[in-house]
């Protein structure tokens, strides 16, 4: 397709169990974001790859948290020891290196930790 | 850290009226860009309107345009004629680039903007 795809579009788990989402960006964009939506509040930033460059960590808020880009291309967000805390829309995006800031996001991944 | 409020939680604006979301942020950047962010029901997020911080000329996109204070760090964000495809979560957002690259963007808490008919 022609937009960034997110899977799967909906996980429940239980607390402890490890959890991979994964997104698919548009061809062709160098960058790719990984950002937390909870429930009344706003976009919290995860975690940022741009092309072969070291990836921006900075917003990752445990060290259960890791992700990885494959080929610059394919990335999966891996959640490991889930707790309930961890329930939210995870939201992954792209973009052009040319268009500062225009993101193109998919649908999101929703995680249910019970 | 740069910072970005979005002090209003909801707004609701009669069909094909105006309404104006506001934005303030913090940054001791001097080269930046702002964004306002569209989400509709359906949870994708789209771009509406983008203003780098070194023109002095307020962006516009058809319906949409925004007033950039730059001195007051304000950056609101105007609907004109609003239709009912306009209801949706709006996030205000910033980004400073590093070393002339993109860099990560810090949005708001977002805004709930409902059309009534």
């Known amino acids: 397709g022609a937009g960034v795809s997110q899977s799967p579009s909906n996980k429940v788990t239980e607390k402890g169990k490890d959890v991979e989402l994964r997104c698919d960006p548009i061809s062709g964009h160098t960058a790719l974001y990984w950002y937390r939506q909870s429930l009344g509040q706003g976009l919290e930033f995860l975690i940022y790859f741009q092309g072969n460059s070291a990836p921006d960590k900075s917003g990752l808020p445990s060290d259960r948290f890791s992700a990885e880009r494959t080929g610059g291309s394919v990335s999966t967000l891996t959640i490991q020891r889930t707790q309930q805390e961890d329930s939210a829309v995870y939201l992954c995006?792209?973009?052009?290196?040319?268009?500062?800031?225009?993101?193109?996001f998919g649908e999101g991944s929703r995680l249910t930790v019970l | 850290a740069q910072t970005v409020t979005q002090s209003q939680p909801e707004m609701s604006v009669q069909e094909a009226e105006t309404v104006t979301l506001s934005c303030t942020y913090d940054t001791s950047e001097n080269n930046y860009y702002l964004f306002w962010y569209k989400q509709p029901p359906s949870r994708q997020m789209i771009l509406v309107i983008r203003q780098e911080a070194y023109k002095q000329q307020n962006a516009t996109e058809n319906r949409f345009s925004v007033n950039f204070q730059k001195a007051a760090k304000s950056f609101s964000l105007k609907i004109s004629d609003s239709q009912l495809g306009d209801t949706a979560m709006y996030f205000c957002?910033?980004?400073?680039?590093?070393?002339?690259?993109?860099?990560?963007?810090?949005f708001g808490k977002g805004i709930t903007l409902s059309v009534r008919p």
């Open positions: 957002a910033f980004m400073s680039p590093r070393d002339g690259a993109n860099s990560k963007l810090t």
């Open positions: 995006a792209s973009s052009l290196a040319i268009r500062a800031g225009e993101l193109f």
